[in-house]
Protein backbone atom coordinates (compact mmCIF):
# COMPACT_ATOMS: atom_id res chain seq x y z
CA UNK A 1 0.00 0.00 0.00
CA UNK A 2 1.21 3.46 -0.92
CA UNK A 3 2.16 5.42 2.17
CA UNK A 4 -0.17 8.59 2.67
CA UNK A 5 0.11 9.36 5.98
CA UNK A 6 1.52 12.27 7.84
CA UNK A 7 3.68 10.97 9.63
CA UNK A 8 5.73 9.20 6.82
CA UNK A 9 8.97 10.67 7.19
CA UNK A 10 9.03 9.09 10.87
CA UNK A 11 11.65 6.73 12.37
CA UNK A 12 14.48 4.44 10.57
CA UNK A 13 15.21 6.33 7.59
CA UNK A 14 18.07 4.21 5.78
CA UNK A 15 20.90 6.32 4.05
CA UNK A 16 21.54 3.80 1.76
CA UNK A 17 25.42 2.71 0.56
CA UNK A 18 26.17 3.09 -3.36
CA UNK A 19 25.92 -0.37 -5.02
CA UNK A 20 28.64 -1.10 -8.01
CA UNK A 21 29.35 -4.06 -10.09
CA UNK A 22 32.95 -5.95 -10.16
CA UNK A 23 33.61 -3.60 -13.08
CA UNK A 24 33.05 -0.13 -10.53
CA UNK A 25 29.88 0.74 -12.13
CA UNK A 26 26.62 1.20 -10.71
CA UNK A 27 24.67 -1.41 -10.76
CA UNK A 28 21.01 -1.24 -10.89
CA UNK A 29 20.35 -5.14 -10.17
CA UNK A 30 22.25 -4.44 -6.85
CA UNK A 31 20.22 -1.60 -5.98
CA UNK A 32 17.26 -3.21 -6.35
CA UNK A 33 18.58 -6.43 -4.05
CA UNK A 34 19.69 -3.70 -1.90
CA UNK A 35 15.81 -1.89 -1.52
CA UNK A 36 14.11 -5.44 -1.37
CA UNK A 37 16.43 -6.72 1.53
CA UNK A 38 15.92 -3.63 3.66
CA UNK A 39 12.26 -3.28 2.93
CA UNK A 40 11.69 -7.12 3.85
CA UNK A 41 13.66 -5.76 7.36
CA UNK A 42 11.15 -3.49 7.91
CA UNK A 43 12.42 -0.03 6.71
CA UNK A 44 10.27 2.37 5.54
CA UNK A 45 12.56 5.16 5.27
CA UNK A 46 15.09 5.35 2.49
CA UNK A 47 17.59 7.89 1.94
CA UNK A 48 19.65 8.22 -1.76
CA UNK A 49 22.68 9.73 -2.87
CA UNK A 50 23.97 10.95 0.28
CA UNK A 51 27.31 10.35 2.01
CA UNK A 52 26.66 7.02 2.67
CA UNK A 53 25.41 6.46 -1.23
CA UNK A 54 29.05 8.22 -2.28
CA UNK A 55 26.46 10.74 -4.45
CA UNK A 56 29.15 13.27 -4.20
CA UNK A 57 31.54 10.53 -6.40
CA UNK A 58 29.23 9.72 -8.81
CA UNK A 59 28.00 11.39 -12.07
CA UNK A 60 24.28 12.62 -12.78
CA UNK A 61 23.88 9.74 -14.66
CA UNK A 62 24.85 7.36 -11.81
CA UNK A 63 22.86 9.38 -9.43
CA UNK A 64 19.87 9.29 -11.37
CA UNK A 65 20.04 5.66 -12.55
CA UNK A 66 20.50 4.83 -8.91
CA UNK A 67 17.27 6.81 -7.31
CA UNK A 68 15.48 4.98 -10.07
CA UNK A 69 16.38 1.54 -9.27
CA UNK A 70 15.25 2.62 -5.62
CA UNK A 71 11.84 3.70 -6.88
CA UNK A 72 11.40 0.65 -9.03
CA UNK A 73 11.52 -1.80 -6.22
CA UNK A 74 9.67 -0.28 -3.06
CA UNK A 75 6.84 0.95 -5.35
CA UNK A 76 5.65 3.57 -3.01
CA UNK A 77 6.38 1.34 0.15
CA UNK A 78 8.77 3.69 1.36
CA UNK A 79 9.52 6.92 1.60
CA UNK A 80 12.48 8.00 -0.60
CA UNK A 81 14.13 10.81 0.03
CA UNK A 82 17.12 11.57 -2.22
CA UNK A 83 20.17 14.09 -1.91
CA UNK A 84 20.68 15.89 -4.98
CA UNK A 85 23.28 18.56 -3.16
CA UNK A 86 26.04 19.13 -5.80
CA UNK A 87 29.34 21.21 -6.61
CA UNK A 88 27.36 23.51 -8.91
CA UNK A 89 23.96 25.11 -8.51
CA UNK A 90 22.75 23.64 -11.98
CA UNK A 91 23.50 20.16 -11.25
CA UNK A 92 21.62 20.05 -8.38
CA UNK A 93 18.74 21.76 -9.93
CA UNK A 94 18.56 19.33 -12.24
CA UNK A 95 18.93 16.28 -10.48
CA UNK A 96 15.86 17.83 -8.02
CA UNK A 97 13.88 17.86 -11.00
CA UNK A 98 14.84 14.51 -12.17
CA UNK A 99 13.87 13.47 -8.45
CA UNK A 100 10.26 15.17 -9.16
CA UNK A 101 9.62 14.07 -12.33
CA UNK A 102 10.94 10.44 -11.04
CA UNK A 103 8.42 10.28 -7.99
CA UNK A 104 10.34 10.86 -5.18
CA UNK A 105 8.97 11.86 -1.99
CA UNK A 106 11.59 14.71 -0.65
CA UNK A 107 14.88 16.01 -1.74
CA UNK A 108 17.88 16.89 0.67
CA UNK A 109 20.94 18.60 -0.39
CA UNK A 110 23.76 19.54 1.37
CA UNK A 111 25.49 23.41 1.19
CA UNK A 112 27.95 23.73 -1.44
CA UNK A 113 31.35 22.93 -0.83
CA UNK A 114 34.96 23.21 -1.34
CA UNK A 115 34.93 26.86 -1.49
CA UNK A 116 34.02 28.85 1.58
CA UNK A 117 30.49 30.63 1.07
CA UNK A 118 28.73 32.65 2.95
CA UNK A 119 25.20 32.39 4.67
CA UNK A 120 23.32 34.67 1.48
CA UNK A 121 25.09 32.48 -0.67
CA UNK A 122 24.10 29.15 0.44
CA UNK A 123 20.74 30.26 1.54
CA UNK A 124 20.65 31.74 -2.59
CA UNK A 125 21.85 27.64 -3.12
CA UNK A 126 19.38 26.25 -0.84
CA UNK A 127 16.29 28.79 -2.03
CA UNK A 128 17.35 27.95 -5.46
CA UNK A 129 16.71 23.67 -5.39
CA UNK A 130 14.01 24.27 -3.32
CA UNK A 131 12.07 25.96 -5.91
CA UNK A 132 13.10 23.94 -8.83
CA UNK A 133 11.04 21.24 -7.60
CA UNK A 134 7.79 20.63 -6.29
CA UNK A 135 9.03 18.27 -3.41
CA UNK A 136 9.22 18.82 0.15
CA UNK A 137 12.96 19.67 1.40
CA UNK A 138 15.23 18.82 3.90
CA UNK A 139 18.22 20.49 4.45
CA UNK A 140 21.45 18.56 5.09
CA UNK A 141 23.74 19.85 7.82
CA UNK A 142 27.35 18.33 7.96
CA UNK A 143 29.44 21.45 9.02
CA UNK A 144 32.26 18.50 9.59
CA UNK A 145 32.33 17.81 6.35
CA UNK A 146 31.46 21.18 4.60
CA UNK A 147 33.01 23.92 7.03
CA UNK A 148 29.33 25.31 6.43
CA UNK A 149 27.65 26.44 9.86
CA UNK A 150 24.03 27.99 9.90
CA UNK A 151 22.88 30.81 12.67
CA UNK A 152 19.82 30.44 14.07
CA UNK A 153 19.06 33.61 12.30
CA UNK A 154 19.87 31.71 8.82
CA UNK A 155 17.46 29.09 9.75
CA UNK A 156 14.88 31.29 10.52
CA UNK A 157 15.00 32.89 7.35
CA UNK A 158 14.74 29.45 5.38
CA UNK A 159 12.23 28.34 7.68
CA UNK A 160 9.69 30.90 5.17
CA UNK A 161 10.15 28.74 2.54
CA UNK A 162 7.15 26.20 2.47
CA UNK A 163 8.34 23.79 1.09
CA UNK A 164 11.09 23.49 3.65
CA UNK A 165 10.17 20.33 6.19
CA UNK A 166 12.99 19.43 8.14
CA UNK A 167 16.64 19.22 8.21
CA UNK A 168 19.11 16.56 8.90
CA UNK A 169 21.48 17.62 11.51
CA UNK A 170 25.02 15.37 10.97
CA UNK A 171 26.79 17.41 14.07
CA UNK A 172 26.74 15.88 18.12
CA UNK A 173 26.12 18.86 19.28
CA UNK A 174 22.91 17.70 20.58
CA UNK A 175 22.10 21.97 22.25
CA UNK A 176 22.15 22.73 18.33
CA UNK A 177 19.79 20.20 17.47
CA UNK A 178 17.49 21.29 20.01
CA UNK A 179 17.61 24.70 19.64
CA UNK A 180 17.18 24.19 15.47
CA UNK A 181 13.84 22.37 16.23
CA UNK A 182 12.86 25.02 18.80
CA UNK A 183 12.91 27.43 16.28
CA UNK A 184 10.90 25.42 13.44
CA UNK A 185 8.39 24.17 15.79
CA UNK A 186 6.72 20.91 16.59
CA UNK A 187 5.90 20.49 12.63
CA UNK A 188 9.38 21.02 11.61
CA UNK A 189 11.30 17.80 11.00
CA UNK A 190 14.53 17.04 12.82
CA UNK A 191 16.63 13.93 11.60
CA UNK A 192 19.36 12.73 13.71
CA UNK A 193 22.26 12.35 11.72
CA UNK A 194 25.00 10.45 14.12
CA UNK A 195 24.06 7.19 14.31
CA UNK A 196 25.77 6.88 17.34
CA UNK A 197 23.95 9.48 19.41
CA UNK A 198 20.01 8.30 18.14
CA UNK A 199 18.49 7.92 21.44
CA UNK A 200 20.27 11.22 22.65
CA UNK A 201 18.76 12.92 19.60
CA UNK A 202 15.38 11.86 20.17
CA UNK A 203 15.55 13.01 23.37
CA UNK A 204 16.80 16.66 22.45
CA UNK A 205 13.85 16.85 19.81
CA UNK A 206 14.71 14.78 16.70
CA UNK A 207 11.87 13.19 15.02
CA UNK A 208 13.84 10.42 13.24
CA UNK A 209 16.99 9.56 11.88
CA UNK A 210 19.01 9.25 8.86
CA UNK A 211 21.62 6.80 9.09
CA UNK A 212 24.28 4.88 7.43
CA UNK A 213 25.29 1.93 9.56
CA UNK A 214 21.30 1.49 10.04
CA UNK A 215 21.67 -0.58 6.67
CA UNK A 216 23.97 -2.92 8.31
CA UNK A 217 22.16 -3.66 11.44
CA UNK A 218 18.32 -2.41 10.78
CA UNK A 219 16.81 -4.70 13.26
CA UNK A 220 18.45 -3.43 15.92
CA UNK A 221 18.19 -0.10 15.18
CA UNK A 222 14.49 -0.60 14.64
CA UNK A 223 14.04 -2.25 18.08
CA UNK A 224 15.64 0.50 19.49
CA UNK A 225 13.46 3.11 17.98
CA UNK A 226 10.58 0.99 18.92
CA UNK A 227 11.82 1.02 23.09
CA UNK A 228 12.07 4.73 22.65
CA UNK A 229 8.52 4.99 21.36
CA UNK A 230 7.15 2.92 23.91
CA UNK A 231 8.76 5.19 26.48
CA UNK A 232 11.46 2.26 27.65
CA UNK A 233 13.98 5.43 27.87
CA UNK A 234 16.70 3.03 29.90
CA UNK A 235 16.03 -0.64 27.22
CA UNK A 236 16.14 2.12 24.26
CA UNK A 237 19.57 3.17 25.91
CA UNK A 238 20.88 -0.52 26.22
CA UNK A 239 20.48 -0.63 22.29
CA UNK A 240 22.28 1.99 21.93
CA UNK A 241 25.14 0.93 23.98
CA UNK A 242 25.30 -2.33 22.02
CA UNK A 243 24.79 -0.34 18.54
CA UNK A 244 27.90 2.04 19.43
CA UNK A 245 29.90 -1.02 20.34
CA UNK A 246 29.32 -1.93 16.73
CA UNK A 247 29.22 1.27 15.43
CA UNK A 248 33.06 1.57 17.01
CA UNK A 249 34.20 -1.70 15.51
CA UNK A 250 33.02 -0.80 11.84
CA UNK A 251 34.82 2.89 12.28
CA UNK A 252 38.11 1.44 13.30
CA UNK A 253 38.02 -0.95 10.17
CA UNK A 254 36.58 1.94 7.82
CA UNK A 255 32.88 2.71 7.42
CA UNK A 256 32.18 2.68 3.56
CA UNK A 257 34.41 -0.78 3.17
CA UNK A 258 32.96 -2.52 6.47
CA UNK A 259 29.33 -1.50 5.78
CA UNK A 260 29.58 -3.31 2.62
CA UNK A 261 31.36 -6.16 4.03
CA UNK A 262 28.64 -6.63 6.12
CA UNK A 263 25.97 -6.05 3.32
CA UNK A 264 27.99 -9.26 1.19
CA UNK A 265 27.52 -11.71 4.10
CA UNK A 266 24.06 -10.71 4.59
CA UNK A 267 23.87 -11.62 0.63
CA UNK A 268 23.64 -7.92 -1.05
CA UNK A 269 26.75 -7.34 -2.77
CA UNK A 270 27.37 -4.05 -2.87
CA UNK A 271 30.63 -4.05 -4.71
CA UNK A 272 33.90 -1.74 -3.21
CA UNK A 273 33.36 2.08 -2.39
CA UNK A 274 34.42 4.20 -5.31
CA UNK A 275 38.32 5.40 -4.68
CA UNK A 276 39.46 7.35 -3.83
CA UNK A 277 37.87 5.87 -0.32
CA UNK A 278 39.48 2.42 0.45
CA UNK A 279 38.10 -1.30 -0.06
CA UNK A 280 38.15 -3.45 2.45
CA UNK A 281 41.77 -4.86 3.67
CA UNK A 282 42.25 -8.87 3.30
CA UNK A 283 43.26 -8.61 6.82
CA UNK A 284 40.23 -6.75 8.19
CA UNK A 285 37.71 -9.73 6.90
CA UNK A 286 37.47 -11.74 9.98
CA UNK A 287 36.93 -8.54 11.81
CA UNK A 288 34.00 -7.82 9.31
CA UNK A 289 32.65 -12.03 9.89
CA UNK A 290 32.80 -10.71 13.74
CA UNK A 291 30.56 -8.04 13.35
CA UNK A 292 28.33 -9.66 11.43
CA UNK A 293 28.16 -12.75 13.41
CA UNK A 294 27.28 -10.41 16.56
CA UNK A 295 24.38 -8.72 14.47
CA UNK A 296 22.95 -11.62 13.53
CA UNK A 297 22.62 -12.76 17.61
CA UNK A 298 21.65 -9.55 18.51
CA UNK A 299 18.82 -9.60 15.74
CA UNK A 300 17.83 -12.62 16.96
CA UNK A 301 17.34 -11.09 20.56
CA UNK A 302 15.05 -8.47 18.39
CA UNK A 303 12.91 -11.49 17.36
CA UNK A 304 14.50 -11.46 13.92
CA UNK A 305 16.15 -14.14 12.13
CA UNK A 306 18.97 -13.16 9.78
CA UNK A 307 20.59 -16.54 7.59
CA UNK A 308 23.35 -16.08 5.75
CA UNK A 309 23.14 -16.59 1.94
Not at 130 to 140: N, R
Request: aromatic share 10%; proline share 4%; hydrophobic share 40%.
Amino acid sequence: MTIKQADRFSGIHVAMPACYDAYGNVSSVSVRRLTRHLLDAGIRGLYVGGGTGEGILQTEEERERTLEAVLEESGGTATVTVHVGAATTAAAIRLARHAETSGADAVSSIPPFYYTYTEETVKEYWLSVMESAALPFILYYIPSATGFRMTESMLRDMLRHERLIGIKMTTFDTYELQRFKSIGGEKFLVFNGPDQQYVAGRIMGADAGIGGTYGAMPELFLKLEREYRLGHVEEAQRWQFIVNDIITEIRSIGLFAAVKGILRLRGVDCGEPRRPLPGLRQADEPAVRCLYETIVRYAKECGQEVTAP
